[in-house]
């Protein structure tokens, strides 16, 4: 009976010591959290494993439309901003910039509105633009920056024997289990989907925990998803490739042409921009920028060399000219680092704060141009 006693107090004794580890564990990670609640925020709303919609970029398959903007006062002056990734990192700098060198007195305050979302393409762009324009939003002008993901999103549709401008390979990917193991897409789903229910709902160090399993599994299909969109464009001749290209320019310009349209018949003003590529029109690349071109194992980069994509770029900007002496107002900024000194990238298109900040001072000095001229022409 003693010995029964002992082992069930050594038992009772390792319990106890178990769960004042996890209620060491718990308090510690909600002190951290106290201090660090974007950690908590990035707990929750981690979705890197599911699929987007191709059409809207939300997480399900529902009827999306976007929320109605409204102005705040009659003086404010409303810009909606669209594009993919590279302009999400644009419009803070670009509001401050506005609202800094503003010279009209009858504006009150430049507000701009971000519906950029990653790897959106001019496709995407229109559609949104048409959803914004038909709930009534109150918008002075759109600015729509794009370049790079016209390239690139049409080569992996190409691969993928879909329209050049499907908006969406990795929602296919995703549905066809191309991002690798079906069992850890399904056990990432099912790991996210515990941390709503007790007892990890309660427990902070619980749902950190699921959350770390459920990113490496997601970042296992997803890294495997990569690599078989990247054999499938790699096996694509060079050839073949630029005459994809031949074809997404003329979509691309059809795409530009139609939200001009649609704008202007709102009575809304419109500009296009072509954002800026790492070593591309640079007189004299950085370091970083250099070392990024020789040794980066970035996606892109291992779809294509280098060089076919700057020709790709040669013809986006050879379609924005044409598009200007059809009098569309397209800003092409893909020079605008020519001369800098300093690295304003952290990957091949992605801008860092330094580059942001000299794009936005750079737009907003357009827009401001751009009303000036137009409130002289009245």
């Given at each position: 009976?003693?010995?029964?006693?002992?082992?069930?107090?050594?038992?009772?004794?390792?319990?106890?010591?178990?769960?004042?580890?996890?209620?060491?564990?718990?308090?510690?990670?909600?002190?951290?959290?106290?201090?660090?609640?974007?950690?908590?925020?990035?707990?929750?709303?981690?979705?890197?494993?599911?699929?987007?919609?191709?059409?809207?970029?939300?997480?399900?398959?529902?009827?999306?439309?976007?929320?109605?903007?409204?102005?705040?006062?009659?003086?404010?002056?409303?810009?909606?901003?669209?594009?993919?990734?590279?302009?999400?990192?644009?419009?803070?700098?670009?509001?401050?910039?506005?609202?800094?060198?503003?010279?009209?007195?009858?504006?009150?305050?430049?507000?701009?509105?971000?519906?950029?979302?990653?790897?959106?393409?001019?496709?995407?762009?229109?559609?949104?633009?048409?959803?914004?324009?038909?709930?009534?939003?109150?918008?002075?002008?759109?600015?729509?920056?794009?370049?790079?993901?016209?390239?690139?999103?049409?080569?992996?549709?190409?691969?993928?024997?879909?329209?050049?401008?499907?908006?969406?390979?990795?929602?296919?990917?995703?549905?066809?289990?191309?991002?690798?193991?079906?069992?850890?897409?399904?056990?990432?789903?099912?790991?996210?989907?515990?941390?709503?229910?007790?007892?990890?709902?309660?427990?902070?160090?619980?749902?950190?925990?699921?959350?770390?399993?459920?990113?490496?599994?997601?970042?296992?299909?997803?890294?495997?998803?990569?690599?078989?969109?990247?054999?499938?464009?790699?096996?694509?001749?060079?050839?073949?490739?630029?005459?994809?290209?031949?074809?997404?320019?003329?979509?691309?310009?059809?795409?530009?042409?139609?939200?001009?349209?649609?704008?202007?018949?709102?009575?809304?003003?419109?500009?296009?921009?072509?954002?800026?590529?790492?070593?591309?029109?640079?007189?004299?690349?950085?370091?970083?920028?250099?070392?990024?071109?020789?040794?980066?194992?970035?996606?892109?980069?291992?779809?294509?060399?280098?060089?076919?994509?700057?020709?790709?770029?040669?013809?986006?900007?050879?379609?924005?000219?044409?598009?200007?002496?059809?009098?569309?107002?397209?800003?092409?900024?893909?020079?605008?680092?020519k001369s800098a000194e300093y690295n304003p990238y952290i990957d091949l298109v992605h801008m860092?704060?330094?580059?942001?900040?000299?794009?936005?001072?750079?737009?907003?000095?357009?827009?401001?141009?751009?009303?000036?001229?137009?409130?002289?022409?009245?």
């Amino acid at each position: 009976m003693k010995k029964i006693f002992r082992i069930v107090g050594k038992f009772l004794a390792v319990f106890g010591v178990v769960l004042v580890g996890l209620a060491m564990l718990e308090l510690t990670v909600r002190v951290y959290l106290n201090f660090h609640p974007l950690t908590e925020v990035e707990v929750e709303r981690e979705e890197l494993f599911i699929p987007l919609h191709p059409y809207f970029g939300h997480q399900d398959e529902s009827p999306f439309m976007p929320e109605r903007i409204e102005k705040k006062s009659e003086s404010e002056y409303t810009v909606l901003l669209l594009g993919g990734s590279t302009a999400m990192t644009i419009p803070w700098t670009l509001q401050t910039h506005l609202n800094q060198k503003n010279p009209f007195p009858e504006i009150s305050r430049f507000r701009v509105i971000l519906a950029a979302h990653h790897g959106f393409l001019t496709v995407q762009d229109k559609n949104l633009l048409v959803a914004f324009l038909s709930n009534g939003s109150e918008i002075d002008l759109v600015i729509c920056v794009e370049g790079f993901n016209n390239l690139v999103r049409p080569l992996e549709n190409y691969a993928y024997q879909l329209p050049l401008n499907y908006p969406g390979w990795y929602w296919v990917a995703g549905n066809r289990m191309e991002y690798g193991s079906p069992g850890a897409y399904h056990l990432a789903l099912f790991l996210d989907g515990l941390k709503n229910h007790q007892p990890a709902r309660s427990w902070k160090s619980l749902q950190l925990g699921l959350n770390g399993l459920v990113q490496l599994l997601a970042k296992q299909f997803h890294t495997r998803g990569i690599e078989v969109i990247g054999e499938k464009i790699t096996a694509i001749s060079t050839e073949e490739k630029l005459l994809v290209w031949e074809k997404a320019l003329d979509l691309y310009r059809r795409d530009i042409l139609f939200m001009n349209m649609a704008a202007r018949c709102r009575g809304i003003d419109i500009i296009f921009v072509l954002h800026a590529m790492l070593g591309y029109a640079r007189d004299n690349p950085t370091e970083f920028e250099e070392q990024f071109l020789r040794t980066s194992p970035m996606y892109d980069l291992q779809l294509i060399p280098y060089s076919l994509w700057s020709q790709g770029y040669d013809g986006l900007r050879e379609t924005g000219a044409k598009l200007q002496e059809n009098g569309v107002d397209y800003l092409d900024l893909s020079p605008i680092f020519k001369s800098a000194e300093y690295n304003p990238y952290i990957d091949l298109v992605h801008m860092n704060q330094e580059g942001s900040d000299a794009f936005g001072e750079k737009l907003a000095e357009a827009v401001l141009e751009r009303i000036k001229k137009d409130r002289t022409s009245r």
